[in-house]
Every structure is written in structure tokens, then in C-alpha cells.
């Protein structure tokens, strides 16, 4: 199965790449936008096939390496 | 001798230039690639040296803190030896939770290389004991992630416990912000006052006919501890 991982900066916490998106869309005349934000999607390719279990896994991936929780969410959607 | 051991992963660039700087000031160094398992016996100050560990990928110092070195790293740090992290060294140091806050990428989304001023906010400590405070130094800054983060709670913490050292400002002292740093810091310390991380380069700093020596006093107040 594959995992997919969003992340993203923590509401709150300034995001300057989103905001400078949201710059250029408006000077593109893209005027319904009220809010961008950037992120990255990490794509996992797993060998587990138990759905709980790599869940956890990917979980404590994200916790440890692929995500920086000062500053960062996460999301996992397994597919 | 002091003795000061500069660490070197893939993507460092810095070591050199921070070897240089401490053996100016009278110091014995040693560059400890990232795959040993130790650092030497003898060592009085490890530096993390800025650069570009691992090339940023995933996020700057991300992929550094798994280092093989970054255990024993961890370890001297616990047992009260002296760090310091530079550029790159801050990142990686705030990644593997030896110190608080994290950096994001500057407000500005440039990376940004040029002199800065910065006020020194607190002196109670080895790193900047031979300057005082409020005293305005000026330090090359070269970064594209120096844009420092701690949430409110945490950043009061850092004010209660005197770990704001160091903030952008211009040539009188008055705040000036380069990457949209929380409270404009460019460099703070852990609570036990023996781990130190800053964006601004001090071993930049080291000759007037390169642009500033305001590095020596910096660097120098690990030399005499």
C-alpha cells in the first residue's frame, strides 16, 4: 500500500510562501482565493499491508523525520 | 590548549572557515567527519559549522541529527560540554531538540548574504561574557531558513530563563528584522547556558579588512573558560 503524507505549517504560524502564492494570484486577477498555504506530500511506498499497523509506522515517521512538530501538521492517508 | 572539535557532514561548508577562525585565536581543532561514533576525549568546544547538511533536503539539519556523530553529540551536550552551532549547526542543533524553537524560511523567501548589525540582550554567559549588553556588533548573516519560530508560551520561557542572546538591529541598536524572526533573535542559548545556536556567521568576522573582527570577542569567550 501507499502512504501519502500532507504537511504542512501549523495554523498560526506565518506561512511566507503561501502568502506570496496568494500575491501572485491576486495579480493574476484570481480575486476568489482568501487563503493559501504550501505544503509538502511525501509519498511512501510500504510493505505492510495491515492498515493499523502502518498507520503507527507512518506515525512515528512523521513524529521523527518527516515532519517538525514545533512547526509543522501532518496528515496520512493510506491508499 | 583549548581544543576545539568542528563537526563535518555532507554538505558543510563552513569548517574550514571556522578551523581558521579558532586557531587565529590560539585554539587546537580537529574536523570530525559525521560517521564517527565519537568525538576526541580532549575536546573543550564542539562547533556545528554552518553549510548545507545533506543538501536541506526535507527541511535544513532534518536529515543531519541521525547522524552516527549527533549521539555522542547529544551526550556531551547532556554532560554540560559546550556547543555551538553556526547557521546550518543552529538548524541542526534545534532539530535534534537540543535546543528549543525551530527555523523556517525567511519571511522574504530570499536567501539573504550580507553584513547585519545584532545587539547583544544578555552577557551572563561564556559565549558573549567579553561584550556587554547592548553593545551592537556587526556579523555576516547567509541563510535561507534563519527565520526563527517558538510559539509564545515557550519564547517567555526563553526571556525568563535569559536564553535571548543575540537580535538584528540596525547600527544604534533599534530593531531591524532581515527574515522575520520572532522578536527579531538571531541567536539564543538552552537553559543550562552550554549550548549555543546562532544564524549570523562570528567566524566571518575576523579581520576589519574583510568587512569586521567582531567575531574575535564572540568566539573568543570560549577560549578562556
Known sequence: MKAIVNVSLKAGVLDSQGKAVHHALDSLHFNGVSDVRVGKQIILKLDETDNTKAMADVTKMCEELLANTV????????? | MTKVTILQFPGTNCEYDTQHAFEELGA?????????????????????????????YLRSGAIAKFSPVMKAVSEYANNGGKVLGICNGFQVL????????????????????????????DNDNI?????SNNDVVNIPIAHHDGNYYIDQDRLKDLYDNNQVLLKY????????????SVDSIAGICN??????????????????????????????????A
Open chain 1, 71 to 79: 512547526i509543522e501538521d501532518y496528515e496520512i492517508e493510506l491508499v
Open chain 2, 28 to 56: 587546537q581543532t580537529e574536523i570530525v567527519w559525521h560517521k564517527s561514533e565519537s568525538i576526541p576525549g580532549d575536546t573543550s568546544l564542539l562547533v556545528v559549522a554552518g553549510g548545507f547538511s545533506y543538501g536541506d
Open chain 2, 191 to 224: 537553559k543550562e547556558k552550554n549550548i549555543f545556536g546562532l544564524m549570523p556567521h562570528p567566524e566571518r568576522a575576523m579581520e576589519t579588512i574583510l568587512g569586521s573582527d567582531d567575531g574575535i570577542k564572540m568566539l573568543q569567550g570560549f577560549l578562556e
Open chain 2, 127 to 131: 559565549f558573549l561574557e567579553k561584550l
Open chain 2, 94 to 121: 534545534t532539530e535534534a531538540g537540543l535546543l528549543p524553537g525551530a527555523l523556517k524560511r525567511n519571511d522574504g523567501l530570499h536567501f539573504i548574504s550580507k553584513h547585519h548589525n545584532l545587539k547583544v540582550i
Open chain 2, 169 to 180: 538591529t540596525d547600527e544604534n541598536g533599534d530593531d531591524k528584522n532581515p527574515n522575520g
